[in-house]
Every structure is written in structure tokens, then in C-alpha cells.
């Protein structure tokens, strides 16, 4: 196996744990608070993160700080979004709308720097659109009251993390940061600033189970901290388009985990919806060899 196909074959491992990560949350949050995973999950990530890669970020410099805390600012509203989602929807809802975050980018583009989008990317937008409608209302369309809440708290996940990829490519354009110091340091500031939340709005505490530990310390060690080190090494031996492919599985081995362990079944339209959602992913991501030539793929760390 070459290194390009070891490559693929670890971001495919790193998008199962993402897909497994919704489950794990929905488990965790029968004990812990929203803010409180998010602190364990971020500061016990920086820590693994730190402890693997400490020679490459003790001499951080001040810009590369400045805007890890951005970065970092931005990532704790996304995961808000995301965990508090998994609380008020779906599994399946919460992972394909968090998924949306390669759609609204963009869109958030256009509005604020007038790139207009390509055409196929502009048709992947609409095909979302009515993915979502499917997805998220009843057989009748009219709206699910039960579920608003956590879909749009997800939807809102999704455009946090366009702004969060957007101030991150603004980011990494200044030659003074450090690119991989700044994926490490912005899950410090994310885990202090649910630290502060948690202890504003919750009353944190340690997991009260065996199976609450366990699956706080999954989504820390494999779906963040160890997530983010794979994630890195792995891209510098594979083409952005596969990476971008592979990432679109992540919503579909969410929503297996959710239908064999957590036994949630949606409706036939709700599948279509989740299906052409998908889609949008998969026609947003798949250009042309020439069109992506060159492009660095965005970090992330779910």
C-alpha cells in the first residue's frame, strides 16, 4: 500500500471517529452539560495534542496566538451548535446539518467578498436546500416543532464553522503563523472559554459512570486530540479532492451508528433528504483535477 492509499485509508478512520462522535455526545450529555463535555473534550485534546507535537509549538509566536484565539472563539460556538443540537434533534439531523458547513462557505463568501460561486456549486447549494426541507420537516411539510430547536442550533453549527474555515484562511495567509501551532492552540482557547461557560451556566463535574468516561474520553483522545495529529500528517500524502470526499462520510457513518445503536429510524423522506444533502456534499466537493490544483484543504477538528 502506497502512501497516498495509507493516507486515505487514516482520514477515513478520522471520519468514522467524527460519525461516532455524535453518538458518544448524545451518551456523555445524559450526565454532563454541553459546556462541561466541551471543556473536558478541548482541554483534555490540547493536552494530548501538546504532549505529541510540544517541540513544534513551545516557541509560538504573538500572531500566531492573536489568532488562535480567534480561530479559537469561533470553534466554541460551532461546537455549541453541534453538541446542544444533539441534545433538541436527531442524530442523523444533527450530523447531516452540521455537514453543511462545506455549502455555506460559499455562500458566506459571496456576502462578504463577492466571490460569486461556481456554478456547480451554486446547483449544490439549491439540491442542499431541498435536502434540508426533506430532512427537517414532517411528512406534510409543515415544521417539527419537536425537533426546530436542535436543527437550527445544528444549521447554526454549520455556519460558525464557514466563519470559523474563513477567518482560519485568513489565518494561515500571514506568513508570520504557524499553521500547525495554530490548529493546537485554538483547542486550548475553545476548551478555556467552555471552561468559563460551564462555569457560568452549569455545575461542572466529573463523569458520574464508567460508560460516561469512556465516551468523554473517545470524543477527546480519538475524535480531537488524536483526530487533529492524524489529520495533519495524513494530508501531506493525499490529493485535497480525496480528502474532501472522504469528509462527506462522515454525516452517513453517523447516521449508521445512530440507526444500529441508538435505533433511530427516520422516515422515507427524511432518508431522500439525507440522501440528496449528500449529494450536495459530494457535487460541492468533486471538481475538476485542474480546478483543485493547488488548493490546501481546510483543518479541522471535530
Known amino acids: 500500500m502506497d502512501r497516498q492509499h495509507k493516507a486515505d485509508l487514516m482520514l477515513v478512520l478520522v471520519t468514522l471517529c467524527w460519525g461516532v462522535s455524535y453518538y458518544m455526545m448524545d451518551i456523555s450529555l445524559e450526565d454532563l452539560g454541553p459546556f462541561t463535555l466541551n471543556a473536558f473534550r478541548f482541554l483534555g485534546a490540547f493536552a494530548v495534542a501538546g504532549a505529541i507535537a510540544f517541540p513544534k509549538i513551545k516557541n509560538v509566536n504573538k500572531t500566531t496566538l492573536l489568532y488562535a484565539l480567534a480561530v479559537g472563539a469561533s470553534l466554541t460556538f460551532v461546537y455549541i451548535g453541534a453538541t446542544c443540537g444533539v441534545l433538541y434533534t436527531t ?32 446547483f449544490a447549494i439549491f439540491v442542499s436546500f431541498v435536502g434540508i426541507t426533506l430532512l427537517t420537516l414532517k411528512d406534510d411539510f409543515s415544521i417539527n416543532a419537536a425537533n426546530l430547536k436542535g436543527d437550527l442550533l445544528s444549521l447554526m453549527c454549520a455556519i460558525c464553522y464557514a466563519i470559523d474555515l474563513l477567518i482560519t484562511d485568513k489565518a494561515v495567509s500571514n506568513e508570520k503563523v504557524d499553521a500547525f501551532q495554530l490548529g493546537v492552540f485554538q483547542l486550548g482557547f ?38 487533529f495529529i492524524v489529520q495533519a500528517v495524513a494530508q501531506k500524502y493525499t490529493d485535497p479532492s480525496h480528502v474532501g470526499i472522504i469528509f462527506t462520510l462522515e ?52
Open 251 to 302: 454525516p452517513v457513518f453517523a447516521s449508521v451508528v445512530a440507526y444500529f445503536f441508538a435505533h433511530e429510524v427516520l422516515s422515507p423522506k427524511a432518508y431522500l433528504g439525507a440522501a440528496l444533502m449528500l449529494a450536495a456534499l459530494l457535487i460541492s466537493e468533486t471538481g475538476g483535477r485542474k480546478e483543485r490544483e493547488g488548493e490546501t484543504e481546510p483543518k479541522t477538528t471535530r
Open 190 to 227: 475553545t476548551g478555556v472559554f467552555m471552561l468559563l461557560l460551564s462555569l457560568l451556566f452549569e455545575s461542572p463535574h466529573l463523569p458520574g459512570s464508567g460508560r460516561v468516561w469512556f465516551c468523554t474520553a473517545f470524543l477527546t483522545v480519538f475524535c480531537t486530540g488524536v483526530a
Open 91 to 122: 442524530l442523523s439531523n444533527a450530523a447531516f446539518l452540521c455537514a453543511m458547513t462545506v455549502i455555506f462557505v460559499p455562500i458566506i463568501g459571496f456576502l462578504v467578498f463577492r466571490r460569486k460561486p461556481e456554478k456547480r456549486v451554486a
